[in-house]
Structure formats: C-alpha cells, structure tokens
C-alpha cells in the first residue's frame, strides 16, 4: 500500500458516494460536459459508485449506458464528439451501484472524488489518494463538513462543493504532491484501552 | 392510614431507583476491573452499528489480541447485510474456533430521521429481544457471569438499549458487562445523539477530536488528569513511570470523556 500521493498526473478516477443517497454529486458527474473536462485533465479512466441515487437518465440515452441488475454499467465514450468534430479522445466509464471491495477500487485509482463519509476519507487517505471531498449539504445534521474542513485545514484532502465542482476538479488533479501524508493507524492505542478494562 | 404508608413506599421506589443509579454511574463508583492472567480470556460483546460505525469499529477490533478476546458475539441491527459481510471477512482472518463466535440480530430501535413516539415503539420491541438474549437467557444459564464481559459500542441508536440492558446487573448489584463507548472519528466538534445519551453510562467514553465533546471537556493523554474528589476538584498528574507501560492511559478517568488521538 502506498502512503505517498501519486507524483505524476493522474489519468483514472473514482467518484464515490458510499452507502449514501447524493444525487446532487452523482447526476453533476455523470454528464457529458464533465466527462469533457475530465478528458482535458488528462483522465482516462472513471469509476462512479453512486449509492442510491437514480442514473440520470440523459446519461443513460447519450452514453448508451446498459445497466446490468446490479446497477452497473460500463462504456468507452468519446465526449467530444460530434457530427462535424473530429476530436476522437476517449474515456472509459464505469458506474457501480456499491462495490464490494472497496480498498481494492481505491487503490486501483490514481484520484478520488468522495462524499464527507469518514470511512471513504480514510480509505482514500490511507491508500495515499489525492483526494477532493464534496459535503452533502443537503443531510441535516451536517457534521460530516466539520470532518472534511478540518481535516482540509491540517493539509490532508481539498473540499469543494457541487457548485463549484466543475471549476476546481481541473486545478485539484493538476496539483502536485502537496498534500500531507496521512498517519497510518497506532494499533497500540485502543488495544492498551480494551486490555485495561478486561484487566489484562 | 396504611394506605397512605403504602403509596409513600411505592412513590419512593423510583426515587430510590435513581439514586441507585446516581450511585452506581461510573463517575462515582470506580470498581477497578478485576485482574486476568495472561493466559485467561474475556468475553467480548461488539455492536456494528452499520455503514461507517461498522467499518470504524472493524477497525478498531483488527488492533486486538484476538486470542485473549473469546468467544465474541456480534451484535447487528437487522437486514444489515454489510456488517455481517464486514465481520465475516474479519472473522475468517482470526484463528481460533469458530464455535466461538456468535452473532446477534436485533431488530432497529431508530432508523435516522424517526419520530418519538414511533422510536419508543421500535425501542421497546429491541429491549424485548436484547433482555432475552443479553440479560436472562445468560442469567438463566449461569447468574454469576454477565452476557458479555466487555461491550464495545460506536453508535448509532440501537446500542442504547443494549447499555441499558446490560446496566440491569449494575442496578442490582452483580457482576456486570463493562462498556467502552468510542465517538466516530467523524465526530469533530459535536457528539452524536447516542453519544450524549450514554456518556454518563459507560465505563470509558473516547472521542477521536479533543473538542468532541465540548471544549475542555476531555481528559488528554498527555495532559494532567482532572479528577473529582469529595471536596472539591484536583489536579493529579497522569503517571509517567517509564517502567509501566500501560501508565500512559491513566485507569479509570472516572466518567470523563478521554481524547487519546486518533484509534481507527
């Protein structure tokens, strides 16, 4: 497992939304006008596991997205083209309804784009992951953004915010290992816990 | 008259219930854990509250010596797949005999957004089934023992009943499941409902923010530990002795909430 942000430019990408429902980041991604951005940015591949949200379904006419029973679907496009263009440049799609091993995607990725959910934020910072979280401004009690912010004040991820997403995404995967490197896990420090109260 | 008499008693036994209670909240009374062996086992109770309770308390049972912590049973809400899934996983990595390892399915006592008055409902049908399974089919089986030795709880809602159950061999005075209650490390500046509800009830209450719980309000690792005494508050140093290497989390902080950095 790599603990160092990757140096060089990034070219796969995962968008994650966990076990949640957050159709406002998923419908934003699933889009031809971002999956054109993406492509500038240099990114050849995308994984978007997308929870319970519905796929939008301009998505699934214009990429002719066939989604299996599980909700997954996968599909090389090119988002440039067009009747009188002749820009052939691709990407490969994937979307996940959930997925099973998750560390394994993350360490299969170069990038992550996530909800606040502490288990993804760790995931992605522990596999070493350039890492932008989006908050889910719509959950009502919001203490997921305290844990993005903080942890975007000590150096560790970006924030950005579904608004603004398609602006930051380009200067987020362009940035270059400045981003701090995250502690792994003391394993000492709750099992020292547990041992004194069992009276070991 | 006698009736009179009568109703006095009965109207005192709540009064005298709570007092019990107040006596025995873990602030006041400090029974230190008995002491084990290195070669003796305890039994260990773990809530998986679903979703990213169940993978941070996964992480927190992968730093355990599994071999001392047996048998374990699993307690999870039911129709929560992925946590069965998660621990399973976990599970067939550990060694040991599987016919130690014992699952628990309690039905929901509050799904996020529920009412009062449905949650007390659903809160009652968890109580019947974790009184069952947690405190008289153990008591039935051997009154000596609790259900579990060791509980450990992250959240959400459901582990409140399985506190309040297991706090029914405190209140009458037998040996009893002690309770580590750990804030989620996404927890930086408020603690979770479940959170304030048990923090007076369990034996140790650990935040992975040092304002979690409120400014001030936790015990540091490596700061002086504040400790009420009968006349007032003093200040006792957290021992530093370098021979003894459990000194540096100081035993019990009595009810207060501790900050000892991140665990998962």
């Not at chain 1, 497992?1 to 140096?7: I, L």
Request: with cysteine; aromatic share 8%; charged share 20%.
């Amino acid at each position: 497992m790599s603990t160092k942000p990757s140096s060089s430019d990034p070219t796969s990408l995962l968008i994650t939304v966990g076990s949640t429902l957050f159709p406002e980041l998923t419908s934003a991604v699933l889009t031809r006008a971002f999956a054109r951005i993406l492509v500038d940015a240099g990114i050849k591949r995308l994984v978007v596991q997308y929870g319970k949200a519905k796929l939008p379904w301009e998505l699934i006419m214009r990429l002719d997205l066939a989604v299996d029973a599980l909700g997954q679907a996968e599909r090389t496009v090119r988002p440039f083209d067009s009747d009188d263009g002749e820009d052939e440049r691709e990407i490969h799609f994937q979307v996940k309804r959930f997925v099973d091993d998750f560390d394994g995607v993350v360490a299969s990725v170069d990038a992550v784009i996530s909800h606040a959910g502490s288990g993804s934020i760790m995931t992605a910072l522990r596999n070493g992951k350039k890492l932008l979280v989006v908050p889910n401004t719509s959950l009502m009690d919001n203490h997921q953004a305290e844990l993005a912010d903080v942890l975007n004040a000590q150096g560790y991820l970006t924030v950005s915010s579904v608004d603004e997403l398609y602006k930051a995404v380009p200067g987020w995967l362009a940035l270059q290992d400045r981003l701090r490197e995250f502690p792994q896990q003391d394993p000492t420090i709750f099992r020292r816990v547990v041992d004194e109260v069992a009276g070991f | 008259m006698d009736i009179a008499l009568l109703l006095i008693s009965i109207g005192s036994l709540p009064l005298l219930l709570a007092l019990r209670i107040y006596l025995v909240l873990p602030a006041h009374s400090a029974a230190p854990s008995p002491r084990r062996k290195e070669n003796e086992t305890c039994s260990l109770g773990v809530f998986l509250g679903s979703g990213g309770h169940t993978a941070e308390m996964i992480a927190l049972i992968s730093t355990l010596d599994m071999t001392r912590y047996t048998p374990r049973t699993y307690v999870h809400c039911r129709g929560d797949d992925m946590s069965l899934r998660l621990v399973s996983a976990f599970e067939s990595r550990q060694t040991g005999d599987p016919n130690n390892i014992h699952h628990l399915s309690l039905p929901r006592a509050r799904k996020v957004g529920q009412g009062k008055l449905s949650t007390f409902q659903s809160g009652l049908k968890t109580l019947r089934v974790a009184l069952w399974y947690t405190f008289l089919r153990p008591l039935l089986k051997d009154p000596s023992r609790p259900w579990v030795e060791v509980l450990l709880i992250n959240g959400p809602g459901t582990c409140v009943v399985l506190v309040a159950v297991a706090w029914i061999r405190r209140i009458i005075g037998l040996s009893y499941t002690r309770i580590i209650y750990v804030e989620s490390f996404a927890r930086v500046t408020s603690l979770s409902l479940s959170g304030k509800i048990l923090k007076p009830f369990v034996d140790v209450f650990i935040v992975q923010w040092p304002d979690a719980a409120g400014k001030g309000q936790a015990v540091f690792k490596t700061e002086p530990n504040k400790h009420e005494s009968g006349n007032g508050v003093e200040e006792d140093k957290v021992q530093t002795d370098k021979t003894n290497k459990k000194s540096t989390v100081a035993m019990p902080t009595n009810g207060r909430v501790r900050y000892l950095g991140w665990l998962i």
